[in-house]
Nanobody, 124 residues
């Protein structure tokens, strides 16, 4: 019904930059809040940044000032610009979105959706 597909991960040296994107597709009525989370090996999944439909943003302290989250509501897409990357930013990054879907022409209550993740590796 709904898919979130991330792209843009990869390998970068410390101090470098990467840009992630995540597009939602399917029987979508409206995408509400969107966000990025990450999970390093052996660690719990943690919040990186979120953005509401009206573009109010929130960041974890560990990325504040280095990462920027943005979105394009017309494209149901969220972006994460990551600058001044550090080795401790290495993780699988997951896209998350709160979405209301259409099922048989009926608007459903919102639900939480996740992408499959994209690997970001920062070498020292």
């Amino acid at each position: 019904q709904v898919q979130l597909v991330e792209s843009g991960g990869g390998l970068v040296q410390a101090g470098g930059s990467l840009s992630l994107s995540c597009a939602a597709s399917g029987s979508i009525f409206r995408v509400n809040a969107m966000g990025w989370y990450r999970q390093a090996p052996g660690a719990q999944r943690e919040l990186v940044a979120t953005i509401t439909r009206s573009e109010s943003t929130r960041y974890s302290d560990s990325v504040k000032g280095r990462f920027t989250i943005s979105r394009d509501n017309a494209k149901n897409t969220v972006y994460l610009q990551m600058n001044s990357l550090k080795p401790e930013d290495t993780a699988v990054y997951y896209c998350n979105a709160d979405i209301r879907i259409l099922r048989k022409a009926v608007i459903q209550p919102s639900d939480d959706y996740w992408g499959r993740g994209t690997q970001v590796t920062v070498s020292s």
